[in-house]
């Protein structure tokens, strides 16, 4: 083990301005989110609420969790983790998307609502 | 709990320590990520499903309120990541001020919190027997909080949501189950880690924390940046649905 070529690279520090960019970036994206909220753009709202949101998550691991200047060791299980998110995200959204229910009425299910009033309704 | 950080003897190094530890915070973290996944992959299913009603309960919550809590965690998320640094570089009274400062925020979130919380219950949204979307629509003396110019905005969407969605009652707690459950299990998350903060600030007050050995500091400022994170998703998933209508 000691031959490995593990150079003893000490610990990365990142300097407080890194962490006043990265603060700055996130509440300039913070705005844009909400201001993205009023603009009507059918379909596409949720879709550029969640890619800011994603930027702004990346930000967060990559600078503050000092996730860029990890072990690869690190990256791996970050990345292993996204991985395992977007399989139970697909996996179980693509169940819903393509599902036919017992009526042979297809998911969305909204249909379903007159047939099945609650007791309050 | 090692306190000197002295090296233990499966370890060649501080520094291979120091980087096991991280690696396990990360894999419980990545266990998180799962546990939040999967409720936020429930709230994605209901909200296809019941848009309507979705967009309705969003609408009524306070866009002002949601959005300062989103500033002020991401601010405290930029104060621990300053207490790290000043323990990684050894600023030994900076640390608990830094610590504290973090402290601060968490607890002006918790009462920014407190104030939606309830009002949701005064305006009978919280999920259950008393639960009823047209409350402040029809009882505008008993929401004394909202305008007349709220009360008669949401009179329209109400009325918009009600034509599109029959079962509207039912299906706006659908959305508020999700509100609470999200955002509680956020909050339950970030009182362990005030709690883990107050610890963090005994033990720099003691002057613990050194250069050579600050895992501590850095594992719990992993835990309050995820909880950030999720913030970040649970803020445009909870407060921006459908706005611009």
């Known amino acids: ?121 | 709990m090692h306190r000197t950080g002295a090296l233990f003897g499966q370890f060649e190094t501080l520094e291979q320590q120091k980087d096991t530890a991280s690696l396990g915070m990360w894999i419980f973290l990545v266990t998180e990520v799962m546990f939040f996944g999967g409720i936020m992959l429930a709230y994605t299913i209901n909200r296809h499903t019941y848009f309507h009603a979705f967009a309705m309960g969003s609408k009524t919550l306070s866009l002002t309120l949601g959005g300062t809590n989103t500033v002020v965690l991401l601010a405290s998320s930029f104060t621990m990541a300053m207490g790290v640094w000043s323990a990684q570089v050894g600023k030994k009274k900076l640390l608990p001020v830094f610590l504290t400062l973090t402290i601060v925020l968490g607890f002006v979130f918790f009462g920014i919190k407190y104030v939606e919380y309830a009002q949701k219950f005064h305006h009978h949204l919280v999920p259950g027997r008393n639960f009823d979307i047209t409350y402040c629509v029809n009882n505008p003396t008993r929401c004394e909080d909202m305008s007349a110019e709220e009360i008669k905005a949401e009179r329209v969407e109400l009325e918009e949501a009600q034509a599109a969605d029959p079962d509207l009652n039912a299906h706006a707690q659908l959305y508020y189950s999700a509100y609470f459950g999200m955002t509680g299990l956020h909050a339950l998350h970030m009182i362990i880690g005030a709690g883990l903060l107050f610890w963090l600030l005994g033990q720099s007050l003691k002057g613990r924390f050194s250069p050579e050995w600050n895992t501590p500091v850095d594992l719990v400022g992993l835990y309050w940046h995820f909880v950030d994170i999720v913030w970040i998703y649970l803020f445009p998933l909870l407060y921006l649905i459908d706005r611009h209508n």
């Open chain 1, 1 to 121: 083990m000691a031959d490995h070529e593990h150079a003893e690279h000490t610990e990365h520090i990142v300097p407080p301005r890194t962490y006043m960019i990265i603060i700055f970036s996130l509440l300039c994206l913070t705005a844009a989110t909400v201001a993205a909220a009023y603009v009507n753009l059918g379909p596409l709202n949720i879709v550029v609420a969640l890619v800011i949101a994603t930027m702004k998550a990346t930000l967060v691991v990559l600078f503050f969790m000092h996730a860029k200047y990890s072990p690869k060791r690190t990256k791996l299980v970050i990345m292993a983790g996204i991985f395992w998110l977007a399989i139970l995200l697909f996996m179980t959204l693509s169940d819903y998307a393509s599902r036919v229910d017992y009526r042979g009425i297809r998911y969305p299910m909204t249909q379903n609502i007159a047939l099945v009033p609650s007791p309050r309704a």
